[in-house]
């Protein structure tokens, strides 16, 4: 009898077992609770336990909390303008910062796509972020993570979109001061993540005086939700190295190069957002830290770059050379003038305004710089050519021939009259004006 009992018992047991990982699982699989809802924090657990940790490691559970990710931010679109906006931003995050780790830890031929999924995903929570609405309906508080979320999400934006690869999980390590926010239902001892967040025995950590301020290094920006075994392994506290490299030496790319003041680069926000005070390098030439490109001038860089936020943007100030040529720096086409770059180049800006004064020259013939186009009249240039800002403007004074006939530089047209030009063109400035004096050739027959 007492046997029947027992296996009657372990019969419900296995199928009360069976029936709850069954609900269990499809609660992961669907995900039909929103933020606030009464079961929402049993589905969290659920999506933790079928979605993040029974997945194999790797690009299949990337992918996985890929689509968990994709489900917070639907709960998000679907929470706008409600009174659990908050909640669903705080649980976004969570998400958000699972995928990143996970997608760095799969393998490196597998992240190309899922970063481009990620993307994608970054992408439509920061349209959803820009609402203004969001802002104005929750108060201070949700302004403030909103922006805040923003950023990181911002961030993570223009990594992905960089077409160097480049690291993002640093990004995950930035706080948002979302982590505090927690829905109206009883507490329990475990995160959003159902991951326990009370220490194993508290009473084992002796901590020195003023030490849980920690303001000898504070705990801010991307150090602020960081657990103390992440920098404190073991017994050992006290002394612990504060230097960025300690921790992030697996991550720096440099090499030592720039030596160890990250802080002089980097912010602890976001390792990717860079920025250099360069006032703090005084005289000291660029070229200690940057490689100029192939074929560039060899003088200071500082000659040229002045704005250091971008080094595209340069301006040389040629009054600094005097009268030195411009060969000295520049390349002239081919066959160019070989005379001295200033005669024609004065406006340094723009080397394609070129002007030259002919005045210069004094009575040197064109001949000398200039070559005729065939079959060009062989007298002197200046004999035609005064305006020299236009040797298309040209204009020969007939007058200084004196009685030289015209034939001597025109050639007559086909079947032209044999006489002489002068007996019907006068006119010098239009030939097509031909007018014969009839009188002069007396009774000549007119079929003559």
Request: aromatic content about 6%; proline content about 4%; charged content about 15%.
């Amino acid at each position: 009898m007492l046997r029947r009992i027992l296996i009657i018992l372990l019969a419900i047991i296995l199928f009360t077992g069976i029936v709850a990982g069954a609900v269990s699982y499809s609660t992961a699989r669907s995900g039909p609770y929103l933020p606030g809802e009464r079961f929402f924090a049993a589905q969290t657990r659920a999506e933790q336990l079928w979605l993040n940790r029974l997945v194999r490691a790797g690009e299949p559970r990337a992918n996985s909390l890929l689509d968990l990710l994709e489900r917070r931010v639907d709960n998000l679109d679907a929470a706008l303008g409600g009174e659990y906006q908050l909640v669903a931003l705080s649980y976004l995050d969570i998400a958000l910062n699972q995928a990143i780790d996970e997608i760095e830890a799969a393998p490196e031929e597998a992240q190309s796509a899922l970063k481009q999924r990620l993307l994608r995903l970054t992408e439509r929570a920061l349209a959803l972020l820009d609402g203004l609405e969001l802002a104005e309906a929750g108060g201070d508080e949700l302004a403030t993570a909103v922006s805040t979320l923003n950023h990181k999400l911002t961030s993570l934006q223009t990594a992905l979109s960089n077409p160097e690869e480049s690291a993002i999980a640093d990004i995950a390590t930035t706080n948002t001061d979302l982590d505090s926010v927690t829905e109206a239902e009883p507490a329990d001892d475990g995160d959003a993540q159902g991951i326990p967040t009370s220490l194993e025995n508290p009473l084992d950590v002796p901590f020195p005086e003023g030490s849980l301020e920690h303001d000898f290094f504070p705990l801010q920006a991307g150090h602020d939700n960081l657990k103390c075994s992440t920098c404190h392994t073991g017994s050992t506290y006290k002394g612990t190295s504060s230097t960025c490299v300690s921790c992030h030496a697996k991550d720096e790319p440099h090499e030592g190069q720039f030596g160890t003041d990250c802080a002089a680069c980097h912010d602890v926000t976001v390792w990717t957002a860079v920025s250099f005070d360069h006032s703090l390098m005084g005289n000291q030439d660029c070229a200690n830290c940057h490689t100029p490109p192939e074929n560039h001038w060899v003088g200071a860089c500082s000659a040229c770059h002045s704005d250091t936020a971008n080094f595209a943007n340069a301006v040389f100030n040629h009054d600094t050379i005097g009268t030195q040529d411009c060969a000295g720096c520049h390349t002239p086409p081919a066959n160019h003038w070989a005379g001295a770059c200033s005669a024609c180049h004065s406006d340094t800006s723009n080397f394609a305004n070129a002007v030259f004064n002919h005045a210069t020259v004094g009575g040197q013939d064109c001949a000398a710089c200039h070559s005729a186009p065939a079959n060009h009249y062989a007298g002197a240039c200046s004999a035609c050519h005064s305006d020299t800002s236009n040797f298309a403007n040209a204009v020969f004074n007939h007058a200084t021939i004196g009685g030289t006939d015209c034939a001597a530089c025109h050639s007559a047209p086909a079947n032209h009259f044999a006489g002489a030009c002068a007996a019907c063109h006068q006119d010098t400035g239009n030939f097509r004006n031909a007018n014969f004096d009839h009188a002069t050739i007396g009774g000549t027959d007119c079929a003559a």
